[in-house]
C-alpha cells in the first residue's frame, strides 16, 4: 500500500490546478453581463463547487488513513475529471461567444441561451454532483476527526446517521443523472447536424465529448460516494473508534515487555501485567 502519509499532499497538488480552471471558467462567464438564466445558474455552481474543492484540501494524513487508500485514489479521479469539464466546457464557451465582447450578441446570445442550454445545465448537474461527492468526503472525514479521543456520542451518533443518510440520497441522484446522461450520449452520437438547427459539425463533436466527460464524472462521483458509504456506517466509525482508543491507551514497559518506565496514568488500569516476559 502507498504510504498514506503523503495523501494530503498529493490530494492539494492535484486541487490548485482544478480551482484555477474553475476561476478561469467563473471568470469567463462573469465577463458576459446580460447572461441568460442558465449561465447565471451555472456561475452559482461553480463558485459552490470551488468552496467544495478548498474543503477538500484541509483533510488531514490522519483522516485520509481512516478512509483509506480507495476513498483517496477516488477522490483524485473526481477532481481530474471535475478539472477536465471545466475546462472543455471553458473551450466551448469561448466558440459558442466568438462574436461577442462583454455583452452577448444576437448570434451568440440565441446559441447560448437555446441552443446549448441542454449542454449548460447539464454542465450544473456534473458540477453539483462533484460538489456534493466533495463534500461528502470532507464531512465523513471529520466524523473520523471528531472520534479520535473520544468515545461515539448520542450527538455523532445523529450526525453519522444524517451523513450516511445524505451520501445514500447523493448515489440515487447520480445513478438518475448518469442513465440520463447515458441516454442523451446515445442521442449525440446518432445525431445528424443540420443548418435548422443551427449546429455544425464542429458543434456535434464537441457536444459528444462533453458528454462523455459528463459521464465519465458522474460514474467517478457515483463510485466515490459509494466507497464513502461503506465507510460512513455507524459499525464501521465505532470500530475506528474503539481501535483509536485502543492506540492511546495501550501501556509498554521497557524493552520487550520488560524494565521500568515513569509515568501518570489518568484513570483505572486493566490487562495490564507485570513481571518477567
Not at 490548485?16 to 451555472?42: E, F, M, Y
Not at 452577448?104 to 448537474?125: C, N, P, T, Y
Not at 453519522?160 to 443518510?165: F, H, K, L, R, V
Request: aromatic residues 4%; hydrophobic residues 40%.
Amino acid at each position: 500500500m502507498p504510504d498514506l502519509l503523503s495523501v494530503a499532499a498529493s490530494i492539494v497538488g492535484i486541487t490548485v490546478p482544478a480551482l484555477h480552471g474553475t476561476r478561469l471558467l467563473l471568470d469567463d462567464l462573469n465577463k458576459i453581463v446580460d447572461a441568460p438564466n442558465v449561465v447565471q445558474t451555472l456561475r452559482e455552481d461553480i463558485a459552490s463547487v470551488g468552496m467544495a474543492l478548498q474543503s477538500l484540501q484541509t483533510i488531514k494524513d490522519p483522516e485520509w488513513e481512516n478512509l483509506g487508500e480507495t476513498i483517496a485514489n477516488q477522490s483524485k479521479a473526481t477532481i481530474r475529471n471535475c478539472e477536465r469539464l471545466c475546462s472543455m466546457f471553458r473551450g466551448n464557451l469561448q466558440r459558442w461567444t466568438k462574436h461577442s465582447e462583454g455583452r452577448l450578441s444576437w448570434h451568440d446570445r440565441a446559441k447560448v441561451g437555446f441552443f446549448k442550454e441542454r449542454q449548460i445545465k447539464a454542465m450544473s448537474e456534473q458540477l453539483q454532483s462533484c460538489k456534493i461527492a466533495f463534500n461528502s468526503a470532507v464531512g465523513t472525514a471529520t466524523l473520523y476527526s471528531s472520534i479520535r479521543h473520544t468515545h461515539i456520542t448520542e450527538e455523532i451518533r445523529k450526525t453519522i446517521s444524517t451523513n450516511e443518510a445524505e451520501i445514500s440520497k447523493a448515489i440515487t441522484l447520480t445513478a438518475s443523472q448518469l442513465a440520463d446522461v447515458e441516454a442523451a450520449l446515445r442521442e449525440a452520437r446518432l445525431t445528424v447536424p443540420t443548418h435548422d438547427q443551427g449546429q455544425n459539425n464542429e458543434d456535434i463533436i464537441s457536444s459528444v465529448k462533453q458528454v462523455e466527460e459528463e459521464q465519465a464524472a458522474l460514474s467517478c462521483s457515483r463510485k466515490l460516494l459509494e466507497e464513502l458509504l461503506s465507510k460512513a456506517r455507524e459499525d464501521v466509525i465505532a470500530k475506528a473508534a474503539s481501535e483509536s482508543q485502543e492506540r492511546l491507551t495501550r501501556v509498554t514497559f521497557g524493552n520487550n515487555n520488560s524494565g521500568f518506565q515513569v509515568g501518570i496514568i489518568n484513570g483505572p488500569i486493566s490487562g495490564i501485567s507485570f513481571g518477567g516476559k
